[in-house]
């Protein structure tokens, strides 16, 4: 397992790279959270705000929380660097431990099951081990829509972790 406090790794899928995110990337995260209808796909269970942003000022705040949770060895919250655009367009988190929280937020021009489905890859072949995650976790009850393609990843139903809330698990 690789101390991911120590240096935050870079991830590559077909189409993005995953890298910490940096302040620089708010202007262009900007049509991902201020966009009210798309930010109620992103999970924001138990967290301090709902990311709805309509400011740069207001992303760049965020991520200053990120990092500053980072440091902190919280969890990462990666910047997902679009490669055909060079620019990140969305973010992803995740956390280790018995069990790992997969947050995947990105803008609707993104939105699509190829790209949801190459991120959530990436985290089962490389986030479960090197986060140490005993059982990966995502919220589907804000996207219904991406049930079946997280089955088809083989994610079943979690019956024991916040199933009020609606979560699919992943364990291997």
């Known amino acids: 397992m690789k101390n991911v406090y120590e240096q935050c790794p870079v991830y590559e899928t077909e189409s993005f790279f995953l890298r910490l995110i940096e302040p620089e ?96 890859r990436l985290a089962i072949d490389a986030f479960i081990d090197d986060f140490g995650i005993g059982s990966l976790k995502i919220k589907t009850s804000n996207i219904p829509d991406r049930i079946s393609c997280l089955e088809a990843l083989g994610f079943i139903p979690s019956k024991t972790f916040r199933s009020e809330l609606g979560y699919h698990e992943y364990s291997h």
């Open 25 to 120: 990337d708010a202007e262009t995260l900007l049509p991902c959270y201020s966009d009210k209808e798309n930010v109620k796909r992103f999970n924001s269970d138990f967290c301090t705000s709902d990311f709805y942003c309509t400011t740069t000022e207001e992303i760049t705040q965020c991520i200053r929380f990120w990092l500053d949770e980072y440091k902190m060895k919280y969890y990462v919250r990666f910047a997902l660097v679009l490669k055909a655009e060079n620019r990140a367009v969305g973010t992803a988190e995740i956390f280790g431990g018995d069990f790992g929280i997969l947050r995947i937020d990105l803008p609707r021009s993104c939105d699509t099951e190829n790209y949801f489905a190459e991120i959530v």
